[in-house]
C-alpha cells in the first residue's frame, strides 16, 4: 500500500503534465479545419496588432476632447472606481445603438427626440451648442436657436434613450468653454434655419471659428465683464463696474498648481481609462466612416 500511494501521484502528475502540453497545441484532425484554426489565430494576431499600433498615447489624450464625458467626476467624494466602470460599459452599449458624432462647444446640432407624453410624436431641434458638461451617464449638453424672434434653448442629456438621432451640421469649435453670453448677444448670432442641411468638414483639425460677438445693451443675465472670454467684443460697462471687475479678478489662480491639479484628472488615469474602451471606441469610428462613405452628400452653401 505504501508502494502504491508513492506511484500513483506520480503517475497522476505525468498524466497532468502530459494533458497541459497536448493542450498548449491542439491541432484538428481534417485540413480544411486545420487551416481554419490557423486563420483564426492569424486574425487575432493581426487584430493584436492593429490594437497595439492604435493603441498611442497621443490618441489617448486627445480622446479627451472627443469623449470628455469618459472622464470621471473631479470631486473625491464622488467617486467610485466599480460604478465609472459599470457606467463606461454602458456608455459603450448606449453607442453602439445610438451614433453619437463628434461635437464642441460651438457646433450647430439637430436631435430627433421622441415625445415622451405623445407616443408616435418625434420632435427634432436644431441649435448651437452652447454648453456642454457632466461625467459618465449623468453628461448633457444646450442647444440654442432664435425661432420667431424668441430664443428658446433645450438641455438634452447626451445618453437619453429618447433621443433617436443626433445630426453635427457643421463641426466647429469658439474660442470659449462656453457661449452662455449668446443669451445677451443680438438674435442673428443664435438663429439658424430648421431645415439646415449638413456640412462637409475638411480633413484635418476641428476648424475653430474666431468670430467676436458683440453684446446688447444693459441690462445683462450675468456680469460678463468679470469673465476672461475671448469671443466678445467690446464689453463696456462704466467705471464702478470696471473697479468691481478689478476687485473681484484672481490672475494669481493660474499659478496655482494645487488648484489646476483638483479640477482636472492626471493624464495617466485619463490613458487608464481610455485604454480600457479604446478598442469599442475604435470600432465605432470605423463603422462611422463607412457610413460616411456610404453617404452621398452634396455640398451645401454655409449659412451665415
Given at each position: 500500500?505504501?508502494?502504491?500511494?508513492?506511484?500513483?501521484?506520480?503517475?497522476?502528475?505525468?498524466?497532468?503534465?502530459?494533458?497541459?502540453?497536448?493542450?498548449?497545441?491542439?491541432?484538428?484532425?481534417?485540413?480544411?479545419?486545420?487551416?481554419?484554426?490557423?486563420?483564426?489565430?492569424?486574425?487575432?494576431?493581426?487584430?493584436?496588432?492593429i490594437?497595439?499600433?492604435?493603441?498611442?498615447?497621443?490618441?489617448?489624450?486627445?480622446?479627451?476632447?472627443?469623449?470628455?464625458?469618459?472622464?470621471?467626476?473631479?470631486?473625491?467624494?464622488?467617486?467610485?472606481?466599480?460604478?465609472?466602470?459599470?457606467?463606461?460599459?454602458d456608455?459603450?452599449?448606449?453607442?453602439?445603438?445610438?451614433g453619437?458624432?463628434?461635437?464642441?462647444?460651438?457646433?450647430?446640432?439637430?436631435?430627433?427626440?421622441?415625445?415622451?407624453?405623445?407616443?408616435?410624436?418625434?420632435?427634432?431641434?436644431?441649435?448651437?451648442?452652447?454648453?456642454?458638461?457632466?461625467?459618465?451617464?449623468?453628461?448633457?449638453?444646450?442647444?440654442?436657436?432664435?425661432?420667431?424672434?424668441?430664443?428658446?434653448?433645450?438641455?438634452?442629456?447626451?445618453?437619453?434613450?429618447?433621443?433617436?438621432?443626433?445630426?453635427?451640421?457643421?463641426?466647429?469649435?469658439?474660442?470659449?468653454?462656453?457661449?452662455l453670453?449668446?443669451?445677451?448677444?443680438?438674435?442673428?448670432?443664435?438663429?439658424?434655419?430648421?431645415?439646415?442641411?449638413?456640412?462637409?468638414?475638411?480633413?484635418?483639425?476641428?476648424?475653430?471659428?474666431?468670430?467676436?460677438?458683440?453684446?446688447?445693451?444693459?441690462?445683462?443675465?450675468?456680469?460678463?465683464?468679470?469673465?476672461?472670454?475671448?469671443?466678445?467684443?467690446d464689453?463696456?460697462?462704466?467705471?464702478?463696474?470696471?473697479?468691481?471687475?478689478?476687485?473681484?479678478?484672481?490672475?494669481?489662480?493660474k499659478y496655482?498648481?494645487?488648484?489646476?491639479?483638483?479640477?482636472?484628472?492626471?493624464?495617466?488615469?485619463?490613458?487608464?481609462?481610455?485604454?480600457?474602451?479604446?478598442?469599442?471606441?475604435?470600432?465605432?469610428?470605423?463603422k462611422?466612416?463607412?457610413l460616411?462613405?456610404?453617404?452621398?452628400?452634396h455640398?451645401?452653401?454655409?449659412?451665415?
Amino acid at each position: 500500500m505504501v508502494i502504491t500511494s508513492r506511484v500513483l501521484p506520480r503517475k497522476i502528475l505525468q498524466n497532468l503534465n502530459f494533458v497541459k502540453v497536448l493542450g498548449k497545441d491542439v491541432k484538428p484532425f481534417s485540413a480544411m479545419a486545420q487551416t481554419k484554426h490557423e486563420t483564426e489565430h492569424e486574425n487575432d494576431d493581426s487584430k493584436k496588432q492593429i490594437n497595439q499600433e492604435s493603441l498611442d498615447p497621443t490618441t489617448l489624450t486627445n480622446y479627451r476632447f472627443i469623449y470628455p464625458e469618459f472622464l470621471p467626476t473631479t470631486n473625491p467624494l464622488h467617486r467610485n472606481s466599480i460604478a465609472e466602470k459599470l457606467e463606461r460599459m454602458d456608455m459603450l452599449a448606449r453607442r453602439a445603438v445610438l451614433g453619437i458624432p463628434e461635437f464642441y462647444v460651438g457646433s450647430i446640432l439637430a436631435v430627433n427626440y421622441s415625445e415622451p407624453h405623445a407616443t408616435g410624436k418625434v420632435n427634432r431641434f436644431v441649435g448651437i451648442c452652447i454648453l456642454r458638461e457632466g461625467a459618465g451617464l449623468r453628461a448633457s449638453f444646450i442647444l440654442r436657436n432664435v425661432i420667431n424672434g424668441e430664443g428658446v434653448e433645450v438641455r438634452y442629456m447626451l445618453y437619453d434613450p429618447a433621443i433617436q438621432k443626433i445630426d453635427c451640421l457643421r463641426l466647429e469649435k469658439r474660442l470659449d468653454n462656453e457661449l452662455l453670453y449668446l443669451r445677451d448677444a443680438p438674435p442673428e448670432y443664435s438663429t439658424f434655419p430648421l431645415d439646415m442641411e449638413t456640412e462637409i468638414t475638411p480633413e484635418g483639425p476641428v476648424p475653430v471659428n474666431d468670430i467676436k460677438v458683440p453684446l446688447k445693451p444693459q441690462p445683462w443675465l450675468e456680469k460678463w465683464e468679470r469673465k476672461d472670454l475671448k469671443g466678445l467684443k467690446d464689453v463696456v460697462v462704466n467705471e464702478r463696474r470696471q473697479k468691481k471687475a478689478k476687485a473681484a479678478a484672481k490672475p494669481w489662480e493660474k499659478y496655482d498648481l494645487m488648484k489646476i491639479y483638483r479640477e482636472t484628472i492626471p493624464e495617466e488615469e485619463q490613458i487608464e481609462i481610455f485604454s480600457d474602451v479604446h478598442t469599442e471606441l475604435r470600432q465605432l469610428e470605423v463603422k462611422k466612416d463607412i457610413l460616411k462613405r456610404q453617404r452621398v452628400l452634396h455640398r451645401p452653401k454655409k449659412n451665415v
